[in-house]
């Protein structure tokens, strides 16, 4: 039975943060090959984030590792009622019209950032047990520096490249 | 109408998932499907296509197969129930890609997957921006219809039409890559994906959740079990019928059996506010003045224009042209444009006019569907009893295969034909007028600015159905 995040204890939620990062590596990863006959710069940026999340993932794990150490933990992303992060293209006709850029990839890895910072962040006011305030709070930070990175690679985007 | 009711009855929401029965799904999941639909129709178009050619230019039309089959029963069976019921479901049996697909897939039937993708034969290019649209298919269309006065008389013209939409299929299925030819370039392909936002069938996922977990996407970049969606769309997160082929590729290849096809209630696709464009406006706006230009021309008491329109003489001819053109192409885009004008004016609201044109176009998909409906009636009326001839004899060499070579010409239903034809005209009319007050709501926003905005949009639609009921009925 899925439960919420705001109910797991602070080691799960650490443990579902690393999942996330994982999932939305393999996601991009896909977005990747989606994209890839079509428009290969789109494919590239869905690359290059899917590298960003695996390194926000290792991140994430080295902050499991200096508290919990070698503790094992089985929940998964697929085990919480909650989407977080999860990267869309929402455009289903993007590949008829031909919208596919390289400028929309990153702004797909701005939007799921950017909806996890706020979940994260309204999780922080919403929960009552210090410990886990913290870490969502920490999550939110976290959250925060992912998001200004993409935004970067979005303002590295030709300005002229059509949308 | 109240927001949210089709026609203030049904819930725009509602939906009925025909795939909860195990034995559709079943069907729908199986590679038979469409391709035992779509061998069928190859048989049937081969005997289309030699019969216009046995047929020639002299061949009477209404003892031809081909003219009969293809003119006749299935235009009107795409417009009376193939696109309002079943969206685009002709393209899912239409032969004439098939020849292009098969060399593409180099296989008829299974799946070429092989080291984690889809295996295409072909350049698979991409097809330029520029035509990403529907521009191609409005003028390719138009143009198709220049030549209407020769397709229902001369067997010869049919069968050129065909063979040439089959050679451009295969052609660019070897340079473009999936349903290219379809998306951009069938000319029978534009008007069924707008038209089809109005039919009360669709293809959807069922639970997007279920998706957005989803890493692998199968749906868009195929399996073993299915190839990626070859209409291009990313199946997971389309929101109306315009471009979905419903070739149920994406039924087979969900690996979470995530896809459904549901009936709903009409028209809701007219209200998806993305994507709309002055192609598509272009598209409404052309499919109701061919209407116009059809009936008067072929059903109507002006047989100048009949014979314009048969080449009688060339400069008539070029006249029709000429006139047919400048109709659908300026003067009635210039009126809407006048109606559009004036609801911007009256609802006071800064919406760039670009915006209230294209929206409001959309508008005037049920009545045009309605309008090729009545017209239909006019065709399969007065003439269904001609089909009987022609599948007994399919190349007028003597033969009667069923018995019904000498069954005389028999119209149906011709004394009530222009009540039938009016009261299609009037439901049409209803829709429009219900997807007009809510593009309104969209359009303008602010309620009282949206009833201000509405009333001339409204103007144009009753007026252009009490003028074609005056050209149905007289």
């Not at chain 1, 919403?126 to 976290?142: H, N």
Request: proline fraction near 5%.
């Amino acid at each position: 039975m899925k439960r919420s995040l705001a109910e797991l204890s602070p080691q799960e939620v650490l443990t579902v943060a690393i999942w996330i990062e994982e999932r939305n590596a393999r996601i991009y990863e896909n977005y990747a090959e989606m994209f890839e006959w079509y428009e290969p710069d789109a494919a590239r940026a869905f690359r290059e984030m899917a590298e960003e999340e695996r390194e926000h993932g290792r991140r994430l794990a080295a902050l499991y590792a200096g508290r919990y150490g070698e503790a094992a933990c089985e929940v998964t992303d697929a085990d919480i009622q909650e989407l977080v992060e999860v990267p869309v293209v929402e455009d289903g006709e993007a590949l008829i019209y031909d919208r596919a850029s390289r400028r929309q990839a990153f702004d797909v890895g701005v939007q799921a950032e950017r909806r996890a910072r706020a979940f994260y962040a309204e999780l922080v006011e919403r929960t009552a047990d210090p410990a886990l305030r913290a870490l969502f709070d920490e999550l939110a930070r976290v959250e925060s520096e992912h998001e200004a990175f993409f935004v970067r690679k979005l303002a590295e985007v030709d300005p002229s490249e059509n949308a | 109408m109240r927001d949210g009711l089709v026609l203030g009855l049904i819930p725009e929401t509602w939906r009925f998932e025909l795939t909860q029965f195990p034995w559709v799904r079943r069907l729908l999941k199986s590679r038979w499907m469409p391709l035992g639909l779509i061998l069928f129709n190859v048989f049937l178009f081969t005997v289309i296509l030699m019969a216009g050619f046995f047929g020639g230019l002299t061949s009477p039309g209404n003892y031809n197969f081909g003219i009969m089959i293809v003119w006749i029963l299935w235009w009107v069976l795409l417009m009376t129930v193939l696109v309002p019921v079943l969206s685009r479901f002709w393209c899912t049996m239409c032969p004439l890609p098939f020849l292009g697909e098969w060399l593409q897939r180099l296989r008829l039937f299974g799946v070429r997957y092989e080291r984690g993708r889809n295996l295409y034969f072909g350049l698979n290019k991409r097809w330029p921006k520029s035509l990403s649209n529907m521009w191609l298919m409005n003028i390719l269309f138009l143009a198709t219809t220049f030549a209407s006065g020769f397709f229902t008389v001369r067997p010869a013209a049919t069968f050129v039409l065909l063979a040439a939409i089959i050679a451009l299929s295969v052609v660019l299925s070897l340079i473009y890559r999936a349903r290219t030819f379809c998306l951009y370039v069938c000319p029978v392909s534009g008007f069924q994906g707008l038209y089809s936002n109005f039919a009360l069938t669709e293809v959807r996922v069922k639970d997007p959740e279920i998706c957005a977990r989803h890493k692998t996407k199968g749906c868009v970049v195929g399996n073993e079990r299915g190839y990626g969606c070859p209409w291009l769309l990313l199946p997971y997160a389309f929101r109306r019928n315009t471009y979905c082929g419903m070739c149920f590729e994406c039924l087979k290849t969900c690996e979470y059996d995530n896809m459904a096809v549901n009936l709903r209630p009409p028209g809701v696709d007219l209200l998806v506010d993305e994507k709309r464009g002055l192609d598509e406006a272009y598209k409404a706006l052309i499919m109701l003045g061919i209407a116009v230009v059809f009936f008067v021309t072929f059903q109507g008491p002006w047989g100048t224009l009949k014979d314009w329109a048969n080449a009688a003489t060339l400069s008539g001819y070029l006249a029709f042209i000429g006139l047919h053109a400048s109709w659908n192409l300026i003067v009635l885009p210039a009126i809407f444009l006048l109606f559009t004008w004036v609801a911007r004016r009256a609802a006071r609201q800064a919406v760039p006019l670009k915006k209230v044109y294209v929206n409001f176009s959309y508008a005037t998909v049920p009545l045009g569907l309605a309008a090729w409906i009545a017209f239909s009636l006019g065709i399969i009326l007065p003439n269904g009893s001609y089909l009987l001839h022609v599948l007994s004899d399919p190349f007028a060499w003597g033969w009667d295969l069923f018995g019904t070579a000498h069954f005389p010409w028999t119209p149906v239903l011709t004394g009530i034909m222009p009540y039938l034809m009016i009261l299609t005209l009037l439901v049409g009319l209803l829709f429009s007028i219900d997807i007009a007050l809510k593009i309104a709501r969209q359009t303008f926003v602010e309620p009282e600015a949206a009833v201000r905005g509405a009333f001339p949009i409204l103007g144009f639609l009753g007026a252009t159905t009490f003028g074609l009921m005056w050209l149905f009925v007289g």
